[in-house]
């Protein structure tokens, strides 16, 4: 499956943005979804997971209250909504498909197939 995210860019703090992930192969719907990020000078770090019927979601404690994902699977694409942003939320944020089992949703390791990266920039 191929992802491709969109609908990164600059924001003040306390404003929101909605990303989206575009995936194609019929296969997406049957894989759990997750987001990622990465920061400069850190590593890519969990954000949210959504399980492949979207009936369960994972959130890092860092966004939990503030993002959400979402999913339809009609369109092939997750999303992730994020509300009340802040500037250590600045990041290239990643979305990625887990093929195998929810346990493991936090874990890059489950996920075998990633976008490019969108960059979210929230000013102070």
């Known amino acids: 499956v191929q992802l491709v995210e969109s609908g990164g860019g600059l924001v003040q703090a306390g404003g929101s943005l909605r990303l989206s992930c575009a995936a194609s192969g019929r296969t997406f719907r049957t894989y759990h979804m997750g987001w990622f990020r990465q920061a400069p000078g850190n590593e890519r770090e969990f954000v949210a997971a959504?399980?492949?019927?979207?009936?369960?979601?994972y959130y890092a404690d860092s966004v939990k209250g503030r993002f959400t994902i979402s999913r339809d699977n009609a369109k092939d694409t997750v999303y992730l909504q994020m509300n009340s942003l802040r500037p250590e939320d600045t990041a290239v944020y990643y979305c990625?498909?887990?093929?195998?089992?929810?346990?493991?949703?936090?874990?890059?390791?489950?996920?075998?197939?990633w976008g490019q990266g969108t960059q979210v920039t929230v000013s102070s």
């Open positions: 959504i399980s492949w019927n979207g009936g369960t979601t």
């Open positions: 990625a498909a887990n093929p195998r089992s929810w346990g493991n949703r936090g874990s890059e390791a489950s996920y075998d197939f």
